[in-house]
Protein backbone atom coordinates (compact mmCIF):
# COMPACT_ATOMS: atom_id res chain seq x y z
CA UNK A 1 0.00 0.00 0.00
CA UNK A 2 1.33 3.53 -1.07
CA UNK A 3 -0.31 6.23 0.79
CA UNK A 4 0.03 9.95 -0.77
CA UNK A 5 -0.84 12.98 1.70
CA UNK A 6 -1.75 16.34 0.13
CA UNK A 7 -4.01 19.42 1.49
CA UNK A 8 -1.43 20.94 3.80
CA UNK A 9 -0.44 24.73 4.19
CA UNK A 10 -0.22 27.88 5.96
CA UNK A 11 -3.67 28.97 7.37
CA UNK A 12 -4.42 31.49 9.72
CA UNK A 13 -5.68 30.37 13.19
CA UNK A 14 -9.44 30.03 13.27
CA UNK A 15 -9.14 28.84 9.29
CA UNK A 16 -9.83 25.31 7.95
CA UNK A 17 -7.63 22.85 6.02
CA UNK A 18 -8.94 19.85 4.45
CA UNK A 19 -5.92 17.05 4.62
CA UNK A 20 -6.56 13.91 1.87
CA UNK A 21 -4.82 10.82 1.36
CA UNK A 22 -5.06 8.73 -1.60
CA UNK A 23 -4.03 5.13 -1.25
CA UNK A 24 -3.38 2.60 -3.85
CA UNK A 25 -4.54 -1.21 -3.65
CA UNK A 26 -7.80 -2.97 -4.19
CA UNK A 27 -8.39 -3.36 -0.51
CA UNK A 28 -8.96 0.04 0.83
CA UNK A 29 -12.37 -1.32 2.31
CA UNK A 30 -10.59 -3.14 4.89
CA UNK A 31 -7.94 -0.98 6.30
CA UNK A 32 -7.95 1.06 9.26
CA UNK A 33 -6.99 4.39 8.16
CA UNK A 34 -5.49 7.30 10.10
CA UNK A 35 -3.69 10.15 11.15
CA UNK A 36 -0.52 11.53 12.98
CA UNK A 37 0.80 14.68 13.51
CA UNK A 38 4.88 15.29 14.70
CA UNK A 39 5.38 19.20 15.45
CA UNK A 40 9.21 20.58 15.52
CA UNK A 41 10.69 19.29 18.95
CA UNK A 42 7.95 17.18 20.16
CA UNK A 43 6.78 13.56 19.86
CA UNK A 44 4.48 11.67 17.04
CA UNK A 45 0.73 11.90 18.15
CA UNK A 46 -2.51 10.32 17.41
CA UNK A 47 -4.56 12.65 15.81
CA UNK A 48 -7.47 10.53 14.35
CA UNK A 49 -8.30 6.98 12.84
CA UNK A 50 -11.34 5.66 11.00
CA UNK A 51 -12.04 1.80 10.80
CA UNK A 52 -13.12 -0.29 8.26
CA UNK A 53 -16.60 -0.24 9.58
CA UNK A 54 -16.88 3.57 9.49
CA UNK A 55 -16.01 3.96 13.47
CA UNK A 56 -13.77 6.74 14.37
CA UNK A 57 -11.65 7.88 16.92
CA UNK A 58 -10.30 11.24 17.74
CA UNK A 59 -7.50 12.50 19.92
CA UNK A 60 -8.87 15.14 22.69
CA UNK A 61 -6.70 17.76 21.06
CA UNK A 62 -9.12 17.35 18.26
CA UNK A 63 -12.39 16.50 19.31
CA UNK A 64 -14.97 18.82 18.01
CA UNK A 65 -12.73 20.84 15.36
CA UNK A 66 -11.16 17.89 13.33
CA UNK A 67 -13.27 14.82 11.51
CA UNK A 68 -12.50 11.99 9.84
CA UNK A 69 -14.15 10.27 6.68
CA UNK A 70 -13.45 7.88 3.94
CA UNK A 71 -14.26 7.41 0.03
CA UNK A 72 -13.68 4.01 -0.30
CA UNK A 73 -14.89 4.47 -3.75
CA UNK A 74 -12.02 6.81 -4.50
CA UNK A 75 -9.37 5.31 -2.27
CA UNK A 76 -9.17 8.66 -0.05
CA UNK A 77 -9.37 9.76 3.78
CA UNK A 78 -9.99 12.83 5.02
CA UNK A 79 -9.32 15.22 7.58
CA UNK A 80 -11.23 18.15 8.19
CA UNK A 81 -9.55 20.52 10.55
CA UNK A 82 -11.65 23.62 11.81
CA UNK A 83 -11.03 26.34 14.34
CA UNK A 84 -7.44 25.64 13.94
CA UNK A 85 -4.86 26.46 16.14
CA UNK A 86 -1.18 27.50 16.14
CA UNK A 87 -0.28 23.87 18.25
CA UNK A 88 -2.11 22.09 15.49
CA UNK A 89 1.38 23.51 13.47
CA UNK A 90 2.99 20.15 12.35
CA UNK A 91 3.51 17.79 10.02
CA UNK A 92 0.56 15.52 9.26
CA UNK A 93 1.00 12.07 7.89
CA UNK A 94 -1.80 9.51 6.74
CA UNK A 95 -1.28 5.81 8.07
CA UNK A 96 -3.07 2.73 6.97
CA UNK A 97 -3.58 -0.85 8.44
CA UNK A 98 -5.28 -4.08 7.84
CA UNK A 99 -4.91 -5.76 11.04
CA UNK A 100 -5.67 -3.76 13.62
CA UNK A 101 -7.73 -3.74 16.49
CA UNK A 102 -9.69 -1.08 18.56
CA UNK A 103 -6.89 -0.64 21.65
CA UNK A 104 -3.73 -0.30 19.16
CA UNK A 105 -5.76 2.15 17.05
CA UNK A 106 -3.36 5.09 18.65
CA UNK A 107 -0.16 3.48 19.19
CA UNK A 108 1.93 4.80 15.51
CA UNK A 109 3.88 1.33 16.01
CA UNK A 110 0.75 -0.42 14.87
CA UNK A 111 0.45 0.62 11.25
CA UNK A 112 2.54 -0.74 8.65
CA UNK A 113 1.94 2.07 5.75
CA UNK A 114 2.58 5.39 6.29
CA UNK A 115 2.83 8.59 3.56
CA UNK A 116 5.12 10.85 3.35
CA UNK A 117 3.73 13.83 5.66
CA UNK A 118 2.02 17.14 4.30
CA UNK A 119 3.21 19.97 6.04
CA UNK A 120 0.22 22.59 8.16
CA UNK A 121 1.22 25.54 9.45
CA UNK A 122 -0.94 27.69 11.76
CA UNK A 123 -0.28 31.35 11.78
CA UNK A 124 -1.09 33.20 15.38
Known amino acids: VQLQASGGGLVQAGGSLRLSCVAS????????MGWFRQAPGKEREFVAA???????MYADSGKGRFTISRDNAKNTVYLQMNSLKSEDTAVYYC???????????????????WGQGTLVTVSS
Open 95 to 113: VADRSIISSEVRAGSSYDY
Open 50 to 56: IRWNGNT
Open 25 to 32: GRTFSMYT
